[in-house]
């Protein structure tokens, strides 16, 4: 039996293929979105958005600009046009992180999920930027002072399903101590592979991921191994103590914007991971 197929709409009055329109999806480009330019394979998150382009960083730190075409990215694997984000509606003032402000907050009661960080200047930089954000949540952040027996804390914590808990972790990129460290807490009990994120930034430490143009200087320095990485860069930089650096750093952050892409990205994740539905 032969088989009739509707050929109706596919063919203009010219006799050639009429093209089928797609829909594409508009993206707003707000800082942290992550997207591909198919053109060049350059795969990174949004920085800022100015005119007609948009300034991408990749994992690496590398940033290119881009013109805003129609349907000139992938998001998530799919053609998208990016759009300029909406003004906050008048009356409206946004937090340090970017969120809209709630007036009068009063704190909700704290969640039996944690965010843990590595240190105390973690916690304060989290708190500086995102600390509206985690008492309209009810999100307590606290400090581990390292990650050396990350495993035993998370087992004494005892994660679950209405006890998330997320973790900051600083230098997490391959080969390091810290990303065995991430893999041996996913193994702590039966329940951290679906209750426990550890996710973090390629610095070394949290005063790398403020952007070297907040705190005045061109770049932060290289510093050898073996040699504290706070005390070098204050000795490089001359800046004193590591104290007298770290009120320096963590005084001139005054929202996301001070920060690298990767360092909101994990943040945001985590945030996002202990507040999900149900915890």
Known sequence: MSRTHDYRGMFDTAGTRAPRESRVTEVAAEPGLVVEDPASGFCGAVVTVTGSEVTLEDRFGG?????????????????????????????????????????????RTARAAR????????????EQVWGHDLRVEGVVVEPLHGVDDLAAAVRDFAPGPHRRLGILVDHLVEGTKETRQAREAYRATRDAQQHVLVT???????????????????????????????TGVCAALRWGEPADGARRVLGAVRSYRDLETPMIGAVERLIDFVTAEGT
């Open 200 to 230: 973090g930034h390629p610095y070394v430490d949290v005063w790398q991921a403020v952007k070297p143009s907040v705190v005045g200087i061109r770049e932060w320095p290289v510093i050898p191994r073996g040699t504290d990485w706070k």
């Open 115 to 126: 965010i843990w960080v590595e240190g105390l200047h973690d916690a304060a930089l989290v």
């Open 63 to 107: 940033r290119r600009i881009f013109p805003l075409r129609p349907a000139g990215f992938l998001y998530e694997g799919r053609p998208a046009t990016l759009v300029r984000p909406q003004a906050a509606p008048a009356g409206r003032t946004l937090s340090a992180s970017g969120s809209v402000h709630v007036a009068n907050l009063k704190a």
